[in-house]
C-alpha cells in the first residue's frame, strides 16, 4: 500500500471515529424537552436539570445503566431515551409496586428491566458490566447498616472506569448520618467516606445543583426544591 493510500486510510478511519463518537452522544436537551414526557415529571426538571446532570455524568447511547430507588421513574424513563435502543437501563425500587412497574410494559421503554429487591442483595448484574449507575435524592433513605453492601454490590456491577452517581440533600458538614430522619438529609463527606470505603476514588463533583444560601436547617419534604444538592461522581478503578 503506497503513502497515498495509507493516507485516505487514515482519514477514512478517522472520520468513523468522529461520526461515531458524535452518534453516542445524545442531546440531551431535546431528550428532557420531549412533550410525551408526563407533566409532573417536567415540573420537577428546573430543580433537578437532569439534561446538564446527564451531560456532566456523561452517560451516552449504547451504555448500560441502572437507576437504584427509581421510585415512579423520573429518572428511568430519562435514561431509556438517553441510552437508546441498544443500551441497558436496570431500574429498582426497595419493594416492587405494579403501579410503577406496568409504566416499563410500553413498547417505547423495551429496553428497561425491572431488578427490584432489598439494598443488601441487589439484583442488577454483578459481572462487570454496567458503564452507569445511579442513586439520585435516596442514598440517605438507604439504612445505614446496608449502605456497605450497597456500595460493594455496584462496585461489582461497574465495568472499570464506570461511573457510580450519588445526588443527595446537602446535609451540614460534619454532621453525619444525624438529618437523615429529621430533614431527609446527609453529609456529602460521609457519602465520600463510604462510598470511597468500598473501592471507589471519587472522581469530580457537579456544582450544577448548589444553592450556596441553603442554611441547610429544614426538611426538604416540607420545603421542596429549595435545597442544596451534592453532584459526586465516583469511579471504579
Given amino acids: 500500500m503506497n503513502t497515498s493510500m495509507l493516507f485516505r486510510s487514515f482519514v477514512v478511519a478517522v472520520s468513523l471515529a468522529f461520526v461515531a463518537g458524535c ?11 420531549n412533550p410525551d414526557r408526563p407533566a409532573n415529571e417536567r415540573e420537577l426538571d ?49 419493594t ?34 454496567l458503564d452507569f449507575v445511579l442513586i439520585h435524592l435516596n442514598y440517605h433513605d438507604v439504612a445505614i447498616e446496608a449502605r456497605p453492601a450497597l456500595n460493594k454490590a455496584v462496585l461489582a456491577a461497574l465495568k472499570r472506569g464506570g461511573t457510580y452517581a450519588v445526588v443527595d440533600h446537602s446535609a451540614k458538614e460534619g454532621s453525619g448520618n444525624d438529618a437523615v430522619k429529621t430533614l431527609h438529609r446527609i453529609d456529602k463527606l460521609l457519602v465520600i467516606k463510604e ?24 426538611n426538604v ?7 442544596d444538592r451534592f453532584v459526586l461522581a465516583f469511579q471504579k478503578p
Avoid at 462510598?195 to 429544614?218: H, S, Y
Avoid at 419534604?221 to 435545597?227: L, T
Fill in 221 to 227: 419534604n416540607k420545603e421542596r426544591n429549595k435545597d
Fill in 23 to 33: 452518534a453516542a452522544t445524545p442531546n440531551y436537551s431535546a431528550i428532557v424537552a
Fill in 96 to 129: 416492587a409496586r405494579d403501579e410503577i412497574n406496568q409504566r416499563w410494559k410500553s413498547a417505547k421503554f423495551a429496553n428497561v428491566k425491572i431488578a427490584d429487591g432489598a439494598f443488601d442483595k441487589l439484583t442488577i448484574p454483578q459481572d462487570g458490566s
Fill in 46 to 94: 428546573a430543580a433537578r436539570k437532569p439534561s446538564e446532570v446527564l451531560a456532566f455524568y456523561g452517560v451516552k447511547s449504547g451504555d448500560k445503566v441502572a437507576d437504584l430507588w427509581a421510585g415512579r421513574g423520573y429518572y428511568t424513563a430519562i435514561l431509556s431515551e438517553v441510552v437508546g435502543p441498544t443500551g441497558v437501563v436496570y431500574t429498582q425500587n426497595p
Fill in 195 to 218: 462510598v470511597t470505603a468500598a473501592g471507589f476514588k471519587l472522581d469530580r463533583e457537579g456544582t450544577m445543583l448548589r444553592i450556596p444560601g441553603d442554611p441547610r436547617d429544614f
